[in-house]
């Protein structure tokens, strides 16, 4: 093309903070969904925590919140949710200590809570996974009043069957300490691409 420059189509980006690398490529964002035009604040009240106490959002204000809907009889899309938001955790607490990982609060939310009690989210939630996720409920009238506020559709197959599953949206949601929503990533996406994206909106620490 006559140019002594070739422009590649991957574009990279080396953050370096306090002497570690993260690095975002196009690849990365292909997890990562655009920003919903119509804002999401997260607000919500009287909903029960698989430990039986009553929460709201006024409980988790002032933490980086990962949100996520599914529900534990799930056997596809839930329990890869709930690994890679497991790892996600990890994988901070190995590259930035513990005290960088209590910022963040996952917040599991129940799409069927006909069936998701307490106590069942308790047994699925803290007996396999990363201890800071919390899983939540309400009644149907709730969860889908906070289902609408992240644009968050479900819907039950099977209506008459003791069996029935839910189909539901699977992304993750990023909310900063302010409640004010940031990205949403796929279920899917590896924990190694969504921790460079996630200190782009937060300051990287020093390790």
Same mark, same amino acid.
């Given at each position: 093309?006559?140019?002594?420059?070739?422009?590649?189509?991957?574009?990279?980006?080396?953050?370096?903070?306090?002497?570690?690398?993260?690095?975002?490529?196009?690849?990365?964002?292909?997890?990562?969904?655009?920003?919903?035009?119509?804002?999401?604040?997260?607000?919500?009240?009287?909903?029960?925590?698989?430990?039986?106490?009553?929460?709201?959002?006024?409980?988790?204000?002032?933490?980086?919140?990962?949100?996520?809907?599914?529900?534990?009889?799930?056997?596809?899309?839930?329990?890869?949710?709930?690994?890679?938001?497991?790892?996600?955790?990890?994988?901070?607490?190995?590259?930035?200590?513990?005290?960088?990982?209590?910022?963040?609060?996952?917040?599991?939310?129940?799409?069927?809570?006909?069936?998701?009690?307490?106590?069942?989210?308790?047994?699925?939630?803290?007996?396999?996974?990363?201890?800071?996720?919390?899983?939540?409920?309400?009644?149907?009238?709730? +969860?889908?009043?906070?289902?609408? @506020? *992240?644009?968050? %559709?479900?819907?039950?197959?099977?209506?008459?069957?003791?069996? &029935? !599953?839910?189909?539901?949206?699977?992304?993750?949601?990023?909310?900063?300490? +302010?409640?004010?929503?940031?990205? @949403? *990533?796929?279920? %899917?996406?590896?924990?190694?691409?969504?921790?460079?994206?996630? &200190? !782009?909106?937060?300051?990287?620490?020093?390790?």
């Amino acid at each position: 093309m006559g140019t002594a420059f070739k422009i590649s189509v991957t574009l990279t980006i080396l953050f370096v903070i306090g002497g570690v690398g993260l690095i975002v490529t196009s690849d990365t964002y292909r997890y990562f969904r655009s920003k919903t035009v119509v804002t999401i604040s997260p607000q919500f009240t009287d909903f029960t925590d698989m430990y039986g106490n009553t929460v709201s959002y006024a409980n988790f204000r002032g933490k980086r919140l990962l949100v996520g809907f599914g529900y534990t009889s799930c056997i596809d899309i839930c329990p890869v949710t709930l690994a890679n938001l497991t790892n996600i955790l990890y994988d901070i607490e190995a590259a930035y200590g513990t005290a960088e990982a209590e910022k963040f609060q996952v917040l599991y939310i129940t799409v069927d809570p006909e069936r998701d009690t307490p106590q069942v989210l308790y047994d699925i939630i803290h007996n396999v996974y990363h201890p800071a996720i919390l899983g939540i409920m309400g009644n149907m009238q709730q +969860t889908v009043r906070l289902s609408d @506020q *992240f644009r968050v %559709t479900f819907r039950k197959s099977q209506e008459n069957s003791p069996y &029935y !599953t839910v189909a539901h949206t699977a992304d993750i949601f990023l909310i900063d300490e +302010t409640g004010t929503y940031q990205t @949403q *990533f796929a279920h %899917t996406a590896p924990p190694k691409a969504v921790l460079p994206v996630i &200190y !782009t909106y937060f300051e990287q620490p020093e390790t």
